[in-house]
C-alpha cells in the first residue's frame, strides 16, 4: 500500500523524529519558538527599571506600560502557538482526510501570516518607544541590552513567521494539486511521493 503523500495511503505510518525535526517549517517553528522566548524573557527579566527616588518601577520602553505589555503578550502566545502548530505538525501524517488537511494548513497560512503582523507591529511600537525613552530615567542605562534584544528577535520573528506562512502556502498548494488529482483519477496511484 505505497500511497501518496496526502492520502490515506500515507495516513497511521509511525511518527519518525528525526524526519520530523528535519523538516523546514519544523526548524522555522523551533526557532520561531525560541525568538518568542527570548522577547518574552527579555522583557520580564530586565524591562523594568526605577528611578533612585522611586520605588515603582516602569518599562525600559519610555515607561510606557503597554509596550512592555505588548511585548510579553505577543510573545507569550506566540509560544504557545508555535507549541500548538509543532504538536499539529506531528499529527499532520496521522490526518488522512485530504479536506482535513487542507483546514489545518489553512490555519497554519492564517495564524502565520498574523503573526507576522503582529511582530512587525511590535517590532515598530518597541522600537518607537525605546527611541522616545529618555536618558533621564535610566541614568545607568540598565535593561538596554534586554530591550535591544527583544527589538531585534521582534525583527527576526517577523521573517521566521513569514516564512512559515509561505512554507504553509506550498503544502496547501501540494493537498490542493492531489484533491483535484483524486477527483479526476479516483483509483489511480498518488503522483506525489
Known amino acids: 500500500m505505497d500511497g501518496g503523500a496526502f492520502g490515506a495511503g500515507k495516513a497511521g505510518g509511525a511518527f519518525d523524529p528525526n524526519a520530523f525535526i528535519r523538516q523546514p517549517h519544523t526548524l522555522l517553528r523551533l526557532v520561531s519558538w525560541v525568538f518568542s522566548i527570548v522577547v518574552f524573557g527579555s522583557i520580564v527579566n530586565e524591562g523594568y527599571v526605577n528611578r533612585m527616588e522611586e520605588t515603582e518601577e516602569h518599562c525600559i520602553f519610555n515607561r510606557n506600560h503597554n509596550a512592555c505589555n505588548y511585548g510579553i ?59 522616545a525613552s529618555k536618558q533621564e530615567d535610566n541614568p545607568m542605562n540598565e535593561g538596554g541590552d534586554a530591550a535591544r534584544a527583544a527589538i531585534t528577535f521582534s525583527f527576526f520573528s517577523i521573517f521566521t513567521w513569514g516564512a512559515l506562512t509561505f512554507l504553509a502556502f506550498r503544502r496547501l498548494r501540494d493537498i490542493t494539486f492531489q484533491e483535484e488529482y483524486n477527483t479526476l483519477f479516483p483509483n489511480s496511484p498518488s503522483l506525489l511521493p
Open 73 to 131: 503578550t505577543v510573545g507569550v502566545l506566540a509560544f504557545l502557538s508555535c507549541l500548538l502548530y509543532l504538536a499539529l505538525d506531528a499529527y499532520f501524517p496521522q490526518i488522512s482526510s485530504v479536506k482535513d488537511r487542507k483546514k489545518a494548513v489553512l490555519s497554519d497560512i492564517g495564524v502565520s501570516a498574523f503573526w507576522a503582523f503582529l511582530w512587525f507591529v511590535g517590532f515598530c511600537f518597541l522600537t518607537n518607544q525605546w527611541q
